[in-house]
């Protein structure tokens, strides 16, 4: 037994000798940090796509957003006049031969007030009328009858603000009161009885 350290003779103290890190462990501990790594970016961070990155583009985004006031009743409008006049006024609003005449730049439509144009979707139109010069001579049903006042209202409010049409807003109270002259079975329309009303 000649190890000095454990010769209680020699008067010094056991120590415990310090050795390096081995290579391997060290190449362990960065291959699982790397692999770790991948699995986190794989795996979205653990971070739920849906609840954090939910919209791919801004038109996506606005979609979901609460529409208020113009930009409301323009798309409730566009939505309900694409049902139920789009299929003849078509949904570019120039109307289709044969069908129905333009409402883009209509002067039945453009006009200062709005009394005349509400009359036509709610009490119907036929006989020959002239529209952006062009004659036709065919019959509209009471096509926006069966709308809510609201309804109503936005799709006229869109037929006036859009494809370049830049006339004023409609209210559900407008219509309201326009019905209301008219009683459940109103005559429909013609361009002469159109012409008497006020515009
Ligand atoms: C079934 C086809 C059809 C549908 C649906 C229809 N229309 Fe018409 N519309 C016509 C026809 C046809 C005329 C022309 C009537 C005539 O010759 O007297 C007309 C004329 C008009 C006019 C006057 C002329 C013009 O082009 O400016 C307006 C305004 C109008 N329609 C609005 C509407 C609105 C609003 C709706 C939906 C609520 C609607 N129409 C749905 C066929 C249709």
Same mark, same amino acid.
């Given at each position: 037994?000649?190890?000095?350290?454990? +010769?209680?003779? +020699?008067?010094?103290?056991? #120590?415990?000798?310090?050795?390096?890190?081995?290579?391997?462990?060290?190449?362990?501990?960065?291959?699982?940090?790397?692999?770790?790594?991948?699995?986190?970016?794989?795996?979205?961070?653990?971070?739920?796509?849906?609840?954090?990155?939910?919209?791919?583009?801004?038109?996506?985004?606005?979609?979901?957003?609460?529409? +208020?006031?113009?930009?409301?009743?323009?798309?409730?409008?566009?939505?309900?006049?694409? +049902?139920? *006049?789009?299929? *003849?006024?078509?949904?570019?609003?120039?109307?289709?031969?044969?069908?129905?005449?333009?409402?883009?730049?209509?002067?039945?439509?453009?006009?200062?007030?709005?009394?005349?144009?509400?009359?036509?979707?709610?009490?119907?139109?036929?006989?020959?009328?002239?529209?952006?010069?062009?004659?036709?001579?065919?019959?509209?049903?009471?096509?926006?009858?069966?709308?809510?006042?609201?309804?109503?209202?936005?799709?006229? #409010?869109?037929?006036?603000?859009?494809?370049?049409?830049?006339?004023?807003?409609?209210?559900?109270?407008?219509?309201?009161?326009?019905?209301?002259?008219?009683?459940?079975?109103?005559?429909?329309?013609?361009?002469?009885?159109?012409?008497?009303?006020?515009?």
């Amino acid at each position: 037994m000649s190890d000095e350290n454990s +010769s209680p003779k +020699s008067g010094t103290e056991p #120590t415990a000798a310090r050795s390096h890190l081995p290579m391997w462990t060290l190449v362990v501990l960065l291959t699982l940090l790397y692999l770790g790594g991948i699995y986190f970016d794989h795996h979205s961070g653990w971070f739920d796509r849906q609840v954090y990155a939910p919209f791919d583009n801004a038109a996506q985004l606005d979609a979901y957003q609460p529409k +208020s006031g113009a930009a409301a009743a323009l798309a409730a409008g566009k939505k309900s006049y694409e +049902s139920v *006049c789009g299929t *003849c006024h078509g949904n570019d609003g120039i109307g289709k031969a044969g069908q129905a005449p333009q409402l883009a730049g209509s002067e039945y439509v453009i006009t200062r007030g709005f009394n005349r144009l509400a009359h036509i979707p709610l009490a119907g139109i036929n006989g020959p009328i002239k529209v952006a010069g062009k004659d036709w001579n065919m019959a509209m049903a009471a096509m926006g009858m069966a709308l809510s006042d609201a309804d109503l209202a936005n799709v006229l #409010t869109y037929i006036r603000g859009s494809w370049g049409n830049k006339a004023g807003e409609v209210t559900a109270e407008d219509i309201k009161a326009i019905r209301a002259s008219l009683g459940a079975r109103p005559q429909a329309m013609t361009a002469e009885t159109l012409q008497a009303l006020p515009e």
